[in-house]
């Protein structure tokens, strides 16, 4: 069965560059997820998004920005990246239109971002 | 707002021994209830989940879970456990309505298995 794809699996930048993280969910759900997990830490809700509209925000610095294209892939941009941003950024997917029964979160397996 | 609470950082358990992993939460209405497993570096498994129904719910790898609502827990329950159960393990409830809910971690309780 399909899963929800990440890329790249990790990413290594310096400071103050920018970085842009990509997802593609499983076919034919509707709404993406991002978390970010620090080290050592539970995983954080970013953002979402649902038939392309962003249908929520968490703690998501202003430095990061998000979108989810016509294709339902969603990419994660972020900029001047400070040494705080290195963690474990996951996708998750799930077809939110088809009501609670289908409320299942499925996780990619993360992007590893490392700021140096 | 919501939240979720793991009161075991860390436990470690010998092989086939019982299990059980607290879970508090605080939310208003029925919650809708996960637990996931995380093992080191990778991503996160949905063990199992709760929504409405028959409170003791069946997950995957043997792992049961008991949502009592007086006691607004949701603890995860495995009788026997094996090596290959070392993990990370993370409760979480979903926050939103109908099939959309963002997820609010626990901090998680990291388990050892010994020998």
């Known amino acids: 069965a399909a899963g929800v794809i990440q890329s790249p699996r990790h990413l290594i930048k310096e400071k103050r560059e920018t970085a842009t993280l990509k997802c593609y969910p499983i076919p034919r759900h509707d709404t993406v997820y991002w978390y970010q997990q620090g080290p050592g830490q539970d995983p954080q809700f970013l953002i979402s998004?649902?038939?392309?509209?962003?249908?929520d925000k968490g703690s998501i610095p202003d430095r990061f920005s998000a979108q989810q294209f016509s294709d339902y892939h969603s990419e994660l941009n972020m900029s001047s990246l400070e040494l705080g941003d290195s963690a474990l950024y996951f996708c998750?997917?799930?077809?939110?239109?088809?009501?609670?029964?289908?409320?299942?979160?499925?996780f990619g397996p993360g992007t590893r971002l490392t700021v140096l | 707002a919501q939240s979720v609470t793991q009161p075991d950082i860390h436990i470690t358990v010998s092989e086939g021994a019982s299990l059980e992993l607290r879970c508090n939460y605080s939310?208003?209405?029925?919650?809708?209830l996960f637990w996931y497993v995380q093992s080191p570096g990778q991503g996160l498994q949905l063990l199992l989940k709760y929504f409405s129904g028959d409170t003791l719910v069946q997950g995957i790898k043997g792992f049961e879970a008991e949502f009592k609502r007086s006691q607004s827990s949701f603890n995860l329950r495995k009788p026997s456990v094996h090596w290959s159960d070392a993990a990370e393990y993370f409760c979480?409830?979903?926050?939103?309505?109908?099939?959309?809910?963002?997820?609010?971690f626990g901090a998680g309780t990291r388990l050892a298995v010994h020998p």
């Open positions: 979480a409830v979903g926050e939103g309505a109908g099939g959309y809910n963002k997820l609010i």
């Open positions: 939310y208003g209405a029925t919650p809708y």
């Open positions: 998750a997917s799930n077809w939110a239109a088809g009501g609670s029964s289908y409320n299942e979160q499925f």
């Open positions: 998004f649902y038939e392309k509209m962003q249908s």
